[in-house]
């Protein structure tokens, strides 16, 4: 019997004409091949191609799931320029196609990320406890910074983003805004994982692979390498992401 169950927080599928893509049939094979249970699943065309686009793409793709190891992410947009319905309908929406958390793409899509832009839809995901995917900031944590004292009280999830350590700049989210959790896709240092979890709780940190951009076994491995005890693991694994998903009110 599996000891321990892996839910990828961080997977793109689909195709843009700038980064490797990956289809479907990709995915869920790279998932059989490193022992993946379930993938949390965002669009790869949704930088490209914008949000509205990508969204159906992605609901297209959770619809025609027949294994059931597939939820969905959608992108968000501001509210001024009317490209998406009020955050009740939007909200009921995700729910009607198995869209669990939500994603945006600000400096892609051409907005300032703050409370003037996002106000709405962000309170209302924070009121409702759903997990925000801040991917779109990796690397450009001035902006994150900025960003979540905007926010604090979002539930969401950044990624650690670099094999050299992110550790003076991941550190704060985490000490600071309770409702962050650390996705550690591309954080390739076990004994880094370690001290996360000593320091915060492994009940804060989320495993991820960043697929099409790196395999999903080198996060499995790093895990699986990280001196953390059996419980701690899975947690860290797959418990943390659906107790997330399943806090959420949709």
Not at 168 to 188: D, K, M, V
Request: some cysteine.
């Amino acid at each position: 019997m599996k000891d321990i169950f892996f839910f990828d927080s961080n997977v793109r599928v689909g195709f843009d004409n700038r980064h490797r893509g990956a289809s479907v049939q990709e995915l869920l094979d790279e998932m059989d091949l490193y022992g993946i249970d379930r993938a949390l699943v965002r669009s790869m065309s949704t930088k490209c191609s914008g949000a509205v686009i990508g969204n159906q793409l992605v609901t297209d793709v959770i619809a025609a799931d027949t294994t059931g190891r597939l939820d969905g992410v959608w992108c968000i947009l501001p509210s001024q320029c009317d490209d998406m319905p009020c955050p009740d309908d939007f909200f009921d929406s995700m729910k009607k196609n198995n869209i669990r958390a939500i994603t945006l793409e600000p400096f892609d899509h051409r907005y300032v990320p703050c409370r003037l832009t996002l106000g709405k839809i962000l309170d209302a995901a924070t009121e409702r406890k759903i997990p925000v995917l801040l991917h779109a900031f990796q690397g450009m944590w001035s902006e994150l910074y900025q960003f979540m004292k905007e926010f604090p009280d979002l539930t969401c999830i950044v990624n650690a983003g670099h094999k050299w350590g992110t550790d003076r700049n991941i550190r704060p989210l985490l000490e600071n805004f309770a409702n962050c959790s650390i996705e550690l896709g591309g954080y390739w240092i076990p004994e880094g994982i370690a001290d996360l979890a000593k320091l915060y709780g492994a009940n804060r940190l989320l495993y991820g692979s960043n697929f099409p951009g790196y395999n999903q076994g080198s996060s499995v491995f790093q895990l699986k390498h990280s001196t953390l005890d059996g419980d701690s693991i899975a947690l860290i694994a797959e418990k943390n992401l659906e107790n997330l998903l399943k806090g959420a009110d949709l």
